[in-house]
């Protein structure tokens, strides 16, 4: 199960996705079996996050809008990040900016200290920057340039499908020097409530709910040339399997850990019986 | 936290939308306040699992009293004896009552978890009251058993023959000095009645919400609590009412 990817080795492709595993410090046992873990997203300043409802079930999935609470990367580099060194396993730290330049700064302050970032350029739940500049090629080009700049660690940028194509915004990313790509962010959705008759939700979707979404936009960008994290409602290790033959080199497992914390083991157990017996 | 696949041993229903699922499950040792995630199918539709407090645990028989509310909650309650369910847990900050004279202030289906206090309570010799609320009088629960383990309880029902009011209305007339300590689960509009009532003892608050992964992995559950969001399946679901800010 052991893979090779942006020159670093994994010792498997199932990876935590951001955002879903805190900082992998709760279920440790967990972490420490996986190929790697997505940090949650750090903002260069601390993030309350946004007001409840933050979590609404919906059919195969979930809507939220955690709105990228977090302790900022000061905090993060200080109290969390060396706690996470002891776990046994990759670290990719989520950087999560509202400006070009948040993202040289804290990448800048974490480099050499972990494995790999994954940039944010995606999230549907903040009012500025997110979902808003990950649909603007130029912008993600020159985010990505800027980084590339500062640090020589692995940068993968992680990709919406919000209205816009990813195969465009991720083919400028790679030219820019992207080492790899993850996709999907969550999809923009929204729930009423019917009977107050307002918006009861407005956020993220994920879960089984886009499994077929983010497959096909990693088969979609298979051909870049660069490897691809494919992310989106995987349940099993079928769904994996079915990720690798999209074209990704690994994957991530976000939602599934809400149902069920040590998912993950359990879907690593069972792509590795469909590796062998294949 | 673990997890456990085990056979309903008996079930009830206490009235036409409130049931209690019982389980056989030695090792638990749960503390009051503390609940499980009940996964309600092996499909990923309902996605999440369901929040359920502990109502009972003695001899290693485990009692959850579930409301009907919902399809989640609609789909456990077609569960029969004899089937399976996934239990996740138990979850929640590990809160030990202080043993001194308490009040109990039940409303509606808040009186699960303050029935396994009012269990607590009895083990450990700690006297106490109890209010208990409903709707009409047809909607109490549990009452038999509630009325052997506390010292006295008053009953209340909206519409009720006896005695209509609500537990907020029954508190504001009893001395609460009485008791050093009081313990509430119920509606919202209750807790926020019952905060305004800016009670002379510490309250502590039963939270309850729909929550994400209930282990504090979503960041889902958040609640507002002396200027800060706390989450509510681990910083609570026990938190002091006067610091819950109900407005955000």
Not at chain 1, 17 to 32: C, D, Q, R
Not at chain 1, 126 to 151: H, L, S
Request: proline fraction near 6%; charge should be positive; glycine fraction near 10%.
């Amino acid at each position: 199960m052991k893979c090779r990817i942006f020159g670093i080795d994994f010792k498997n492709p199932v990876f935590l996705a951001s955002g879903t595993f805190e900082f992998g410090l709760i279920y440790k046992n967990v972490s420490n079996r996986v190929g790697a873990i997505f940090t949650k997203g750090i903002t260069l300043q601390p993030r309350k996050g946004n007001p409840p409802p933050r979590v609404h079930e919906t059919a195969c999935g979930l809507i939220n809008s955690v709105g990228l609470e977090n302790p900022g990367v000061e905090v993060f580099s200080r109290d969390i990040l060396p706690q996470m060194r002891k776990l046994k396993t990759r670290i990719i730290v989520n950087v999560a900016g509202f400006t070009p330049d948040d993202f040289v700064k804290i990448v800048g302050e974490l480099d050499s200290r972990v494995d790999a970032f994954e940039l944010n350029v995606s999230c549907p739940n903040v009012k500025k920057g997110g979902v808003a500049f990950g649909r603007d090629p130029d912008i993600c080009a020159e985010v990505v340039a800027n980084v590339r700049r500062v640090t020589k660690l692995p940068v993968i940028v992680k990709l919406t499908a919000n209205f816009c194509d990813p195969l465009i915004v991720g083919r400028r990313c790679v030219e820019a020097g992207a080492d790899g790509l993850s996709l999907i962010n969550t999809l923009h959705a929204m729930a009423f409530d019917i009977d107050k008759k307002r918006v009861l939700i407005k956020g993220g979707l994920s879960g089984p709910a886009i499994k077929p979404v983010a497959l096909f936009c990693v088969h979609r960008l298979k051909d870049l040339g660069v490897p691809l994290i494919g992310v989106g409602g995987i349940m099993s290790g079928r769904d994996v399997y079915e990720f690798l033959l999209a074209g990704a080199s690994a994957v991530a497992i976000g939602s599934a850990t809400l149902r069920d914390p040590y998912a993950p083991l359990r879907i690593i157990k069972e792509l590795k019986r469909l590796t062998t017996s294949g | 936290m673990i997890s456990r696949r085990l056979k309903i041993i008996r079930k009830k229903w206490y009235t036409d939308n409130i049931f209690g699922l019982e389980f056989n499950y030695p090792g638990l040792r749960p503390l009051p306040g503390q609940f499980l995630q009940i996964q309600v199918d092996e499909g990923v539709d309902p996605f999440l699992n369901r929040p359920i407090s502990i109502a009972s645990y003695k001899r290693a028989r485990l009692l959850m009293v579930i409301k009907v509310v919902g399809r989640g909650t609609k789909m456990l309650s077609a569960k029969e004896r004899g089937d399976q369910v996934t239990l996740f847990g138990p979850f929640g900050r590990k809160f030990r009552p202080k043993k001194k004279k308490s009040l109990l202030i039940a409303g509606g289906i808040g009186v699960a978890p303050l029935h396994f206090l009012a269990e607590y309570f009895c083990k450990h010799s700690v006297n106490f009251d109890m209010i208990y609320g409903v709707r009409t009088n047809r909607d109490f629960i549990l009452r038999k058993d509630l009325e052997q383990m506390a010292d006295n309880t008053i009953w209340v029902a909206e519409k009720g023959y006896r005695r209509a009011g609500t537990v907020v209305s029954v508190v504001k007339k009893i001395d609460l000095t009485d008791y050093e300590i009081a313990y509430t689960c119920g509606p919202k509009e209750m807790l926020i009645a019952l905060q305004k009532l800016d009670m002379p003892i510490p309250v502590y608050a039963f939270c309850e919400d729909f929550l994400g992964c209930g282990c504090g992995l979503c960041l889902g559950c958040a609640i507002m609590y002396r200027g800060e969001y706390k989450r509510i399946c681990v910083d609570g679901p026990i938190l002091e009412l006067g610091g819950i800010d109900f407005e955000v």
